[in-house]
């Protein structure tokens, strides 16, 4: 994916196309959905502009609040789908990252997808450790390498799970 730092001036035809693709709501408070057909592998809307493919969020906010540059457009909301520019903020990774734990959205545990443990496996291989069996046991039973199992027992990895 190629970040643009600077994006193309939009002129208002460019609006007037942008805001036909959003459903928008009288309420600043509501999210303002992009119903536009192209979207990012991400999930998030993108928006063609003079050939360049940019978020939709990413656009609300250069027509609305200005040219992001650099800075990432945060969702105050938490849905990537929303181009309300009451909803959107500039950050940085570290507040986009700290964004999707608070919103539960961050890939960790079983929902990254290459995860071969899950929630209940964790908790079964931990309290059947705390019981006296060896990593390697369980390692061997649950089909993981020892580093993977001593991480997930010793909460290395896995810290969400109680």
């Known amino acids: 994916m190629t970040i643009i ?12 196309r942008f805001w036909s693709k959003v459903e928008t709501s009288f309420n600043d408070e509501d ?12 999930g ?44 959107l903020r500039l950050g940085t990774h570290r507040d986009n990252s700290d964004d999707r734990m608070k919103d539960g ?16 496996i964790v908790r079964e291989m931990r309290r059947r450790n705390q019981s006296g069996e060896t990593v390697a046991v369980l390692a061997r039973e649950f089909k993981v390498n020892h580093a993977s199992a001593w991480r997930a ?8 799970i109680e």
């Open 5 to 16: 730092l600077s994006l193309p001036q939009p002129t208002e035809s460019d609006k007037v």
């Open 105 to 120: 959205t961050t890939a960790i545990g079983e929902r990254q997808g290459k995860a071969k443990l899950t929630n209940e």
């Open 31 to 42: 999210c303002w959905t992009w119903k536009g057909a192209s979207r990012v592998k991400s």
């Open 153 to 160: 027992i010793h909460r290395e990895h896995w810290k969400h």
């Open 44 to 87: 998030y809307g993108s928006f063609d502009l003079n050939g360049v493919s940019v978020q939709a969020h990413r656009f609300s906010h250069l027509i609305t609040k200005g040219n992001p540059n650099n800075s990432l457009v945060l969702h105050s909301c938490g849905c990537r789908n929303c181009v309300n520019p009451v909803h």
